[in-house]
């Protein structure tokens, strides 16, 4: 007994897939110099590249109302999110396991 591969083609083969872009929250190249660029992630906007389509300018770009905004942002006190303060916690464990692997917390020969 022969199969043809014409009989075994599924239908969902012939049509196109879908594919799906995910939206990164990452600043694109032209954000550089931007102050809301705060490296992973903009200030202002979820998503960046969509800010900076073809010929379009992001509009906050050197926009000194949206700075001012961010700048009095910058002023007020914020609460630490629970990923904050894990950060903060392995910052502090790694650089004081550093400090002490370099000043004699080393085992010698
Ligand atoms: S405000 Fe515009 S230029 Fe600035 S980081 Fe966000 S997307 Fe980029």
Redesign the pocket.
Known sequence: MTSTPSATLNVSDTQPKETVVKKTRK??H??HS????LGDH????EY?RG??TRKKR?P??ENED?YAKFREWETKPHVKTAKDLRRDVFRRTKKSEEHHNHFGGGTLP
Do not use: E, G, M
Request: with cysteine.
């Open positions: 600043p694109v032209n954000c931007c102050l809301l660029n903009c200030w202002l906007y960046p800010q900076w992001c906050a770009f949206v």
